[in-house]
Every structure is written in C-alpha cells, then in structure tokens.
C-alpha cells in the first residue's frame, strides 16, 4: 500500500459526458502528479500540483482540468469525453524538496471507460 | 529532447534464470536519477530501484540491479533468480528537470517468468 488513495476504482460513462477522479497523496506529501496510461499512449505526464498550486503542465488537454485543495487533496475533470479518453488515470505524489530525486508513490488508478 | 527509450517491448525468462531489461535515455542535465517501476497485473506502480547519475556503483536492491553508463546513457535492470511473481510490466523513468520533476516513462518491457 503506497499510501496513496484514489477514487473511484472504475468509471464507465458515455461520450460527451464529464467526470471527477479523486486522489489524496500520502500524509505529508505536497505534490500531487496526474498520469493517463492508454495503450498507444503508455504513461504519460498530464498535470502536476505543489500545496494547492499547480507547477507544471504535459500533455494535458484543453478539456481536462485539474486542481489542489487546502487539505491537498486534488481531482481531475475530464469532460467532453471521447473515446480515446478510456485509460488507467494515476495520481502520484512525493515528498516536498524531493527535486530529481522525486521518488513518487503511485495510487491504485482510476480505470476510465468511455462508451 | 529528453527521452527514453525500451527496446524490447517482451521478454520470457525461466524461473531461477537471470534476465536482463534494456533502457537508453537522452538528457542534458549533468546529475539525476534513473528509476526502474514495475506494475503487475493489479497495475499498481512499485519502485523497484533507482540510481543517482553522479554515483560510479551500480545500485542494488536484493535481486534486482542496474548496469548504469552514464556516457552511453543506457540503465539497463538485472533480475536474477526470477520468480514468478516478477511478471509485470517495467517502465524506465527518468524525472523531468522542466516539468516539475515529472516521470517521463518509457513505453515499457512485458516480462513473463515461465515455470
């Protein structure tokens, strides 16, 4: 159990539609990193947050929106949903001043399915 | 650009046997570290091991090593006395110095230790 949560476990909605992943990082942790892992994709980086700000920015689209809150827990909106949006969705976070060190923990993921 | 690079996308090895996973990377930062996850069917991410690029020593976690040259920039994973347990998914990661410390993932070696 690396300490980091997420909800919910599976989600299965319809195209168009909008939805709210969860994480909340380990204790203490105050970066929070969102990863979409598709098949033709693999892991990629989407969106990072430092202690509710948001630091930096990968291949995230336009239609997906994330945020930190003040008790560092942080969500991901993804809306306008395709097809190509159903992949494994993981939330990761580390420890402050970790820098390239950066071990991060990795949730349980979200599986996301678009019908 | 920095980027990383796994060459076998599958590999099969023997129970008890030695298996050898290959990673090449491309940087320009002088100092990092290298990280080796691996997810197992469950998909959870584990750290296996990681290595700090200013350290000559090979890291080393129980069966689980690395063969690091830092001038060919290759990060290649030893697991030896495979057990069945090491089927999994391993993922050579490397954080970016300009995305927060984000993980940039290669796409990843399927590994099956056969009885």
């Known amino acids: 159990d690396s300490g980091v949560t997420q909800t919910p476990k599976h989600l299965i909605t319809a195209t168009g539609q909008r939805v709210t992943l969860r994480c909340s990082p380990r204790?203490?942790?105050?970066?929070v990193y969102w990863y979409q892992q598709s098949l033709d994709q693999g892991l990629q980086f989407l969106i990072q947050y430092y202690n509710g700000e948001e630091r930096a920015k990968g291949n995230i689209l336009e239609r997906f929106s994330a945020q930190q809150f003040p008790d560092l827990h942080s969500e991901l909106n993804l809306s306008s949903l395709e097809l190509g949006d159903s992949a494994l969705y993981f939330c990761?976070?580390?420890?402050?001043?970790?820098?390239?060190?950066?071990?991060?923990?990795f949730g349980p993921g979200t599986r996301l399915t678009v019908l | 650009a920095q980027t990383v690079t796994q060459s076998q996308p599958e590999m099969s090895v023997q129970e008890a046997e030695t298996v050898t996973l290959s990673c090449t990377y491309d940087?320009?930062?002088?100092?990092?570290?290298l990280f080796w996850y691996k997810q197992p069917p469950s998909r959870q991410m584990i750290l296996v091991i990681r290595q700090e690029a200013y350290k000559q020593q090979n890291a080393t976690e129980n069966r689980f090593s690395v063969n690091f040259q830092k001038a060919a920039k290759s990060f290649s994973l030893k697991i030896s006395d495979s057990q069945l347990g090491d089927t999994a998914m391993y993922f050579c990661?490397?954080?970016?110095?300009?995305?927060?410390?984000?993980?940039?993932f290669g796409k990843g070696t399927s590994l099956l230790v056969t009885p």
């Open positions: 990761a976070s580390s420890a402050p001043g970790g820098g390239l060190y950066n071990e991060q923990f």
């Open positions: 204790s203490g942790d105050l970066s």
């Open positions: 940087t320009s930062e002088n100092n990092y570290y």
């Open positions: 990661a490397f954080p970016l110095s300009n995305s927060g410390y984000a993980l940039n």
